[in-house]
Each structure stands twice: as C-alpha cells, then as structure tokens.
C-alpha cells in the first residue's frame, strides 16, 4: 500500500530564506508523486510532479523537490521565500488504480 | 480553461436531512474523485469512480454514497446528515492514464 507522511505540519521562514518542506513516502512499486498548494480559501493547485523522469523535478513559482530512492523522500525546496507563498502544502502520491493519496499538509508561514 | 466546477462554495445544513454535493468536468475525463479535508488530516478518499455507473469506496466510505449516471458528473450523497460530516468536500478528475488531476474549488458543508 501506499503512503505519504508530510514530517512537519508548520514551517515558518522569513522572506527571503530558503524554503524545506519534507515529505516521505512508502510504495510497493514506482510511485508518481506530487506537491500541490492550497492558498487560503482557493482550491488546490499543482506545483509539479515526479513521473520517473529526471529525479530533479522543477515546478511552478521557483519550487522544486528531488526524488531520492534511496530515502524514500520527496522534499520540497524553495530558494528565497516570497509572502505570497504562504500556504498549506500537501505532498501526494499516486497509487496503481489512479487514486490520490495526500498527506497530513504543512502550513507555510513566511515572516516580513 | 478546462474546469471541475461543485456546484456550491458554501451549504449549511441539518442533521438528518439528506445532501446531494454535485460535480461536474468539461474534459471528458473517465476518473472521478470525492475527498474530504479537514485540518491536521489532509485529504481522505470518500469515494470514486472510473467510468459510468462504476463506483468503488475509498478510505472514508460510511455516511456516504455516490452516483455516476452519466460520464461528466459525480454526485455525492449524505444519506442522513451528521454533525461530524462538517468539513470541506474537493471533487477531481483525471484521465485514463493519469497524466493530470484538476480539484474544483470546494464546498464548505456545515451540518448544524
């Protein structure tokens, strides 16, 4: 079965610091995996997808998150912090019969 | 602009009355999805269906039904409302191949 554990339910950072959202998974095969962003009373968006491609995987507003086998982690990285990318943040995996799976989510707070 | 649309951003209801939360996609997309999201829990799979007529339950299945009767929509159904069925309710679709997902933007259902 497949699972996904978001490791922190609150980062705070200051604008213009580096952003680290952690997320681990477990998967009995392959996973396709994903980040998406809900920004207060907005529906979800996609920031980007991991589908066994490069294991970098680049997304929207400057986010990327890195796919390491190894430690079963998809962590979510952003350079320098921004206002507006505060948000709730759910790492997702995708199950064999198409099914979403999400995590816990991790609420962004970004200081002035 | 491809689209999932719920029907209602806001319902406010009472116990024991029976809810219909509606669902409709314009990308003649065969995967049909029904989550709930509460907070500290992420999303939970409530139900979903991969063609007409065909439905199978998700995580959270009790208290709840579905109908798929025709292909671009997917209604879900509180038999008889509860207090504890008060969150927010995110209908997806996706492809066949499971390329992409896209959320409509909520119902807020608070059941008094």
């Known amino acids: 079965a497949q699972s996904v554990t978001q490791l922190d339910s609150h980062v705070s950072v200051s604008e213009g610091t580096p952003v680290l959202l952690r997320c681990n998974y477990s998967?009995?095969?392959?996973?396709?995996l994903f980040w998406y962003v809900q920004h207060p009373n907005k529906g979800l968006q996609l920031l980007l997808k991991y589908t066994s491609a490069a294991t970098l995987v680049k997304g929207i507003n400057g986010f990327e998150a890195e796919f390491k086998k190894s430690e079963t982690s998809f962590h979510l990285t952003k350079p320098s912090a921004h206002m507006s990318d505060a948000a709730e943040y759910f790492c997702?995996?995708?199950?064999?019969?198409?099914?979403?799976?999400f995590g816990q989510g991790t609420e962004l707070s970004v200081k002035p | 602009d491809v689209k999932v649309t719920q029907s209602s951003r806001y319902l406010v209801k009472r116990t024991g009355e029976k809810v219909f939360l509606e669902c409709v996609q314009d990308m003649d997309h065969e995967n049909m999805f029904w989550y709930r999201q509460d907070p500290g829990l992420g999303l939970r799979l409530i139900y979903f269906s991969y063609d007409v007529k065909m439905k199978e339950k998700g995580d959270i299945p009790e208290g709840y039904s579905v109908s798929r009767e025709k292909k671009e929509r997917f209604s879900l159904i509180l038999e008889s409302a509860s207090t504890n069925q008060t969150s927010m309710y995110l209908c997806?679709?996706?492809?066949?191949?499971?390329?992409?997902?896209?959320f409509g933007s909520g119902t807020r259902l608070t059941v008094v």
């Open positions: 998967s009995s095969y392959s996973p396709s």
């Open positions: 997806a679709s996706s492809s066949r191949d499971r390329r992409g997902y896209t």
């Open positions: 997702v995996v995708s199950s064999q019969g198409g099914k979403l799976i």
